[in-house]
């Protein structure tokens, strides 16, 4: 596009077409506050002296009160209404806190009876019967002129770069034919096909006529939003271009596709024509019908395409085993990659390494494309028609390469694959030179194109577009060879692991062997220890006798931990309630008396390290003993044990329901200091408390 044109493009998209503050002479406009409802601005003068301070409802005569609520969903249909003996459809809709309402006549439509809707239903049943895209486009069009009967209906089809095309048309002998020309993105401004989505059907009546100015209670009415207005006026320079195109009167319904707009059914009349409602909402709904007829053609286009590619795929893929190289398989599988995709020449780059089949530019210029696209074309597929475009060296080869399609695959060594279509010069019609300069006086406002007579040119450089079948089927393509690539990996690391593991599986055999002797001699050296013990507590004094007999059962603690640390999975860590279990089991045998019935115990799964675990062991042994010995001053008495975890914490509790703490008086120097030095090493406390009777003692320290 040249400089002037895009000045004028720029100009019509700021043009505020919604805002126009008139509307055309062929129906009426009534603005009412929102909640009263009272008329504050009407289209033309007089018409806002005969209704000021009438609510919408007294003047159009309606029996109920305008439903706000309803309009808010959208533009809704009230009825009809007789004024000054014309008979009125009046339509109705909200915008910037007011209530507005058009009326049009009903002139000559057709009743919109059981006759009219079976016609109706029969126009968008022969859609259906269409055998093709352009036999669809042509019962379209035949079907909007019977319907609005204009002079020329086009099927126009919005394309590249927003620029349009006419794919169907119907005309009378008297008018010119535009079948298969292209209009420029200038001819519909970006604001028009916003509006044309939001709007389904615009009417301009009277290419000639003078619009009505809003007039209302002050100036700020004119500023209203007219975006869902049928009557809304049109723009200086659009009518201009109808004028040019020698058009009295036009139509459009928008063609929506997944809410986008997809192309227009264009109405042409030679003399000045309204639409009524009826036809206007007829129209509505065939559009709806057409756009639904399209969307289903080109689904199943798309999925025939898609199962011929993944059979394609297959085949191709069928070629990639466990033993083959990616080297290999672009060597065995490039031609075929290119005849999958439609291409003139393929071609993979993996580093130093080139792989080239078909019609292709020289390795210099592949890896130059290569370097271009190596980035973008690992976010998503990299696809062009027009290769020099988008890169300006590329124009040296684009007899080879004007279309590309490209996939970077994430190897260590990025990987690109690429396809590449030459050039197919293509001839366009133009209805009028969309190049041709216009001339511009400083000052003088913006005018659109006066020349609407076929203008031809040969388009250079550019490919077949690469369609969205294609595109998916690259980038599947990429995966699954990533896949097969990173499996083979896989396999090979397995195999690896495996002979790792058998190695790692004779260490632990003799780790474990290593184990069994080392506790077999441990626990044969306790127990020599244990026994010594108790030999020198048979004829010792009773106080001594009562001191052998705690030292061994600190031996009996230690040697618990160690039995369970041969005995569990992890050599680092136990379960300390189990562990402490075992302990209290061993007390209850060597206890005297009735002990073993009176201690219980309430443990909570908490996992330690082992070496702590010896600690709390030996700490557990000392509380239990002095409360064996103090609590019920030597009788067996209730003795309770509890552990729980508290966050990163443990709490081991044992309480009596004996004398007290003022009843402990007795105590060995060296299990009390050995005691409190056991907790320090824990990094912990121990508080003891009066248990209401008796005494609980309470040692908390970290797990770790």
Not at 430 to 445: E, F, I, R, S, T
Not at 566 to 580: F, G, N, R, W
Not at 653 to 668: E, F, L, M, Q, R
């Amino acid at each position: 596009m040249n400089d002037i044109g895009a000045l004028n493009l720029t100009a019509c998209d700021r043009e505020p077409i919604h805002i126009p503050g008139s509307i055309q002479p062929h129906g009426l406009l009534l603005i009412g506050r929102i909640g009263t409802h009272e008329i504050i601005g009407a289209a033309g003068v007089s018409l806002f002296r005969a209704t000021k301070g009438q609510t919408l409802e007294d003047y159009l005569g309606l029996s109920s009160v305008i439903d706000e609520a309803a309009l808010d969903l959208g533009p809704a249909v009230l009825g009809t209404t007789l004024i000054d003996d014309i008979l009125y459809d009046v339509h109705a809709f909200t915008t910037d806190g007011h209530v507005v309402v058009e009326l049009t006549q009903q002139a000559d439509s057709p009743p919109m009876n059981s006759t009219f809707l079976a016609n109706l239903e029969s126009m968008s049943s022969g859609f259906e019967r269409a055998t093709s895209y352009a036999d669809l486009f042509d019962s379209a069009a035949r079907v909007f002129r019977r319907l609005t009967d204009y002079d020329r209906v086009l099927i126009y089809q919005f394309v590249d770069n927003e620029a349009g095309k006419v794919v169907g048309e119907s005309r009378s002998d008297d008018m010119s034919s535009l079948m298969n020309h292209h209009f420029p993105a200038s001819d519909i401004p970006r604001q028009a096909r916003a509006l044309y989505v939001r709007n389904r059907v615009r009417v301009i009546a009277d290419v000639a006529g003078a619009s009505l100015p809003i007039i209302g209670v002050d100036d700020a009415i004119r500023q209203i939003d007219l975006s869902d207005s049928t009557l809304r006026s049109v723009s200086p320079i659009h009518l201009t271009y109808l004028k040019n195109m020698s058009v009295a009167a036009s139509a459009s319904m928008s063609i929506v596709k997944d809410g986008i707009l997809w192309g227009l059914v264009a109405c042409h009349h030679s003399n000045p024509r309204p639409l009524p409602l009826t036809i206007r909402l007829a129209c509505q709904a065939l559009a709806t019908s057409l756009s639904r007829q399209i969307k289903l053609r080109e689904e199943a286009e798309l999925y025939r395409e898609r199962i011929h590619l993944r059979a394609q795929e297959d085949v191709v893929l069928g070629r990639l085993g466990s033993d083959v190289t990616l080297e290999q398989f672009f060597t065995e599988s490039a031609d075929d990659l290119a005849k999958m995709m439609r291409a003139d020449g393929f071609a993979a780059v993996q580093g130093a390494d080139l792989f080239v089949s078909g019609q292709c530019p020289d390795p210099i210029d592949i890896r130059a494309v290569a370097d271009y696209v190596r980035a973008p074309a690992a976010i998503k597929a990299f696809r062009t028609a027009c290769l020099g475009r988008e890169m300006p060296a590329a124009e040296a080869f684009r007899d080879l390469a004007s279309g590309l399609l490209a996939v970077t695959m994430s190897t260590e060594v990025p990987t690109i694959l690429m396809w590449f279509r030459a050039e197919r010069l293509q001839t366009v019609t133009w209805a009028g030179n969309p190049h041709k300069d216009v001339q511009l006086v400083p000052g003088a406002q913006l005018e659109p194109r006066v020349s609407f007579a076929a203008w031809s040119e040969e388009v250079q450089g550019c490919a077949p577009d690469w369609t969205i079948a294609e595109t998916e089927s690259a980038m599947r393509l990429v995966r699954s060879m990533l896949e097969a690539r990173n499996n083979r990996r896989m396999r090979a690391l397995n195999a690896e692991l495996s002979t790792t593991l058998k190695e790692n599986e004779s260490l632990m055999q003799q780790k474990d062997f290593l184990l069994r002797e080392v506790n077999h001699r441990v626990q044969n050296s306790l127990s020599l220890v244990s026994a010594f013990l108790r030999m020198q507590g048979r004829d010792a004094l009773p106080e001594v006798k009562q001191q052998l007999d705690e030292a061994d059962h600190r031996l009996k603690a230690v040697s618990l931990v160690h039995k369970r640390l041969y005995q569990a999975d992890s050599t680092e860590i136990v379960d300390l309630s189990l562990y402490l279990a075992e302990l209290c089991e061993e007390l209850k045998a060597a206890l005297s008396g009735n002990w073993a019935n009176n201690i219980s115990t309430r443990l909570a799964p908490v996992l330690i390290e082992t070496d702590r675990a010896v600690s709390i062991g030996l700490i557990l042994n000392e509380l239990v003993i002095n409360a064996t010995k103090y609590a019920y001053q030597g009788e067996p008495g209730p003795i309770s044990i509890g552990l729980e975890q508290h966050r990163d914490s443990f709490r081991l509790t044992v309480s009596d329901k004996g004398i007290g703490a003022a009843g402990v008086t007795k105590g060995t120097g060296f299990g009390s200091r050995m005691l409190a030095s056991l907790v320090d090493g824990l990094k912990g406390s121990v508080d003891y408390a009066d248990n209401s009777p008796g005494l609980r003692a309470t040692v908390t320290a970290p797990i770790r």
